[in-house]
């Protein structure tokens, strides 16, 4: 006779861990998607105030002329790549860390960690939902600053996107470091008060960057919101961005998000 087998498989294998894993982030990133949805103000910041901003630059009529120290082009166009660098800023310096602090201050970080839920589960979930709002905001911009003020869309798309993406990389980078180093929501707000103003200056949202002096402006290019708005402005006019702006943007966002990652506690 045949020699048969003892053992035989399981009529039901258990899931893999990553597919458990899978599940629990989605079932997570759709509870957090619900309340983020339930806050208008952060909705507000995030998708209402950075094309109201450029609505309201655009009505003055000295920002629809030519201006010839900026080669030509209208004020307003240099303002529609502040609106998506100012949609990013505010995302990430102002509302990302004091949601993500308020949950570790209510204990909410340290119950999860006990719970299969992972903590890291909670973090995906924050920066997608954020990052998303975002892009939303900067396609909002861009529409709004076509159809209301004639704004040419970007000459070079690819680069565009590239710079776009590299710079939410870095204001989400930005806001976890935010959010790392602050034990409490209020020094949250605190510190990304004390951020948000100098940001959105090196993004020129008091004047554009390709208006400063020589000197300042090779100084704010050495941040990632100065080198974004040169690196957008290129994009729009349809040159590609410059390798030196994009690397800026791109070391900007790896080491922000390393030392996020090293000093960041879920206590």
């Known amino acids: 006779m045949p020699a048969t087998s003892t053992t035989s498989a399981p009529a039901h294998p258990p899931a893999a861990p990553k597919t458990r894993a899978a599940a629990v982030s989605r079932a997570v990133l759709k509870t957090e998607a619900r309340l983020f949805l339930r806050e208008p103000a952060s909705l507000f910041w995030i998708l209402v105030f950075p094309t109201l901003l450029l609505t309201i630059l655009g009505l003055i009529p000295s920002f629809r002329e030519a201006n010839p120290s900026l080669g030509g082009r209208r004020t307003i166009d240099l303002y529609v790549p502040v609106a998506l660098l100012l949609a990013a800023i505010t995302t990430g310096i102002q509302v990302m860390p004091a949601v993500l602090t308020g949950y570790r201050e209510r204990g909410i970080l340290r119950r999860m960690s006990t719970t299969p839920v ?94 400063m002096p020589d000197t300042l402006q090779q100084i704010v290019q050495l941040l990632p919101f100065g080198a974004a708005s040169q690196a957008l402005t290129q994009a729009s006019s349809g040159h590609w961005p410059g390798w030196s702006h994009l690397a800026v943007l791109a070391v900007w966002a790896l080491v922000l998000g390393h030392v996020a990652r090293r000093r960041f506690r879920w206590e």
């Open 118 to 211: 992972r903590p890291a589960a909670l973090l995906g979930a924050q920066i997608a939902l954020h990052g998303g709002a975002t892009v939303v905001s900067m396609a909002l911009a861009l529409t709004v600053g076509r159809l209301a003020f004639g704004v040419a869309l970007p000459g070079q798309l690819v680069g565009y996107v590239l710079a776009a993406v590299l710079t939410l990389c870095s204001a989400l980078a930005l806001g976890c470091l935010l959010c790392a180093l602050s034990p409490t929501t209020k020094a949250a707000s605190v510190a990304g008060s004390a951020v948000f103003f100098p940001m959105m200056f090196t993004a020129g949202v008091w004047g554009p960057v390709q208006a």
